[in-house]
């Protein structure tokens, strides 16, 4: 079970990558809604992963490519923003879970399923 100390730790490389996401210029990385939905950074802080969520995700493997050439300024920038002893090396994992709920939105929205007439009691 991690500590306090790595989820704060956690909380706060989320919010800073969510900011510094956004300033990347890279077009690789702008193309959908992206967000950070969590990072699970290692006890010794040299290892973190973060997992990324994009709805209206054109082509995966160049958003990855675009992290991947990225991810030495987004260390860099991480480390001076958050003042670590040890800056993580940062991989980044693409979270599809908001693309399949909105999915299962969709196909719930899609039913046609009548609601249930409500029956009254007449022997009160």
């Known amino acids: 079970m991690p500590s306090n100390h790595i989820n704060r730790v956690n909380e706060d490389i989320r919010l800073c990558m969510d900011k510094l996401l956004r300033e990347v210029k890279d077009p690789r990385i702008h193309q959908g809604l992206l967000s950070v ?5 290692s006890g010794d802080l040299k290892y973190s992963k973060i997992y990324l969520s994009v709805l209206g995700l054109e082509d995966e493997k160049a958003l990855k490519q675009g992290l991947k050439s990225a991810s ?6 991480l480390g001076q923003r ?11 994992i693409i979270d599809h879970s908001i693309e399949e709920g909105a999915h299962i939105n969709s196909l719930l929205a899609s039913l ?9 009691d ?3």
């Open 82 to 92: 958050l003042r670590l002893r040890n800056t993580p090396e940062l991989s980044f």
């Open 72 to 77: 030495g300024w987004l260390r860099r920038e």
């Open 122 to 124: 007449d022997g009160e």
């Open 37 to 41: 939905t969590a990072v699970e950074t």
């Open 112 to 120: 046609d399923i009548k609601p249930e007439e409500e029956t009254e």
